[in-house]
């Protein structure tokens, strides 16, 4: 599966020299995770995550994704209901999501007013399958599929990717599409990150001083050993983040037996409250946008954890969300993407 996702990306990243993008009309299809549409939909949202099979891999996965999908959502999703309900009962992302890509059409409109801008989530409505169809009844004869997951990985782009190019063999129309697989190394994607992380510093009492902790989301360590690109990613965005400041690098979000890409966050933060750190910046590394886990893992129970661990100041860096920066950004890999 990941060789062939990662001849599928390479496929995708190709630059599309032989489409007229100043004289045919093209879209921008922009990717992410998605999120419950309601409290009611969260069981029915697991399931979909865990029928994946770049989620849960299985010897028997044709006779056994299915079932034990049904069975892992079905214990899980009371808890992550009460989550949800703590963060007022829905998740931002796809607003989000749909203002990021609002925003770039508003800059790249200036010079080509047709252009047709969609969101596709991997896991809950708007489907990328539906919002490709959409790109095409629209007229679109390119679509241009940008991934607002800043590290590759497997299970975020790669499956998206899986999803576009079943989608084309499916379809067997003669839209083209062309990728941006990522973005953990630009230069302005950094610099946004530093100017988060001093906008956080800011906030601190006294002279601004603090623990600087990056923390993201984990991945097993057998996807890891097997090819996957994200943690090396995220080291080097992490690298160039931090420049010469004091840092540390942590993952969140594990889940299961199997081993995880470690340190802990939780175990780190509550390291360094025995080490006696007071203040402590922490920077969500893999994502954009809020969602639940920036707004409950991170607001609610790694603040609460880190108070009790000894830390009197705990700041998490805004994500960015609507920032004119981050959408200034996004338009202008698709331009380079275009060639425009």
């Known amino acids: 599966m990941i060789k062939k996702l990662k001849a599928h990306s390479s496929y995708l990243a190709q630059p599309a020299e032989s489409f007229d993008f100043a004289r045919e009309k093209w879209g921008v299809l922009f990717l992410n995770m998605g999120a419950p549409e309601s409290l009611d939909d969260i069981e029915a949202f697991l399931y979909r995550i865990f029928c994946d099979s770049n989620i849960i891999r299985l010897p028997l996965a044709s006779l056994l994704q299915k079932p034990l999908a049904r069975l892992i959502s079905s214990r899980r999703s009371e808890k992550v209901k009460q989550h949800y309900e703590a963060i007022g009962g829905e998740s931002p992302l796809l607003k989000w999501t749909l203002r990021q890509a609002c925003g770039v059409r508003r800059l790249l409109e200036k010079n080509y007013p047709e252009i047709e801008v969609f969101v596709g989530m991997r896991y809950s409505s708007p489907f990328i399958v539906n919002s490709l169809d959409a790109a095409v009844a629209s007229g679109c004869k390119h679509v241009v599929i940008v991934s607002l997951y800043p590290q590759y990985s497997l299970v975020t782009t790669g499956t998206a990717i899986a999803e576009v190019t079943d989608w084309l063999d499916r379809k067997k129309h003669d839209v083209t599409v062309s ?18 992380i001093e906008a956080a510093r800011q906030k601190l009492p006294g002279d601004h001083s603090a623990k600087l902790l990056f923390s993201a989301h984990s991945l097993p360590v057998k996807m890891v050993e097997g090819g996957d690109l994200y943690v090396d990613q995220v080291r080097e965005t992490v690298a160039l983040a931090a420049g010469d400041q004091d840092h540390l690098l942590s993952f969140q979000s594990r889940s299961g037996p199997v081993k995880w890409v470690g340190p802990e966050t939780s175990a780190t933060i509550q390291q360094l409250g025995a080490d006696g750190v007071k203040s402590l910046i922490i920077v969500p590394i893999s994502f954009v946008s809020d969602h639940l886990e920036t707004l409950y893992e991170v607001d609610i129970e790694l603040a609460e954890l880190a108070h009790a661990s000894g830390i009197e100041n705990f700041i998490r860096t805004e994500s960015f969300n609507d920032d004119a920066a981050f959408i200034a950004l996004l338009s202008r890999l698709v331009g380079e993407k275009t060639g425009l």
């Open 179 to 196: 990728l941006i697989d990522g973005f953990h190394n630009r230069l302005e994607y950094i610099s946004l990150l530093k100017s988060k």
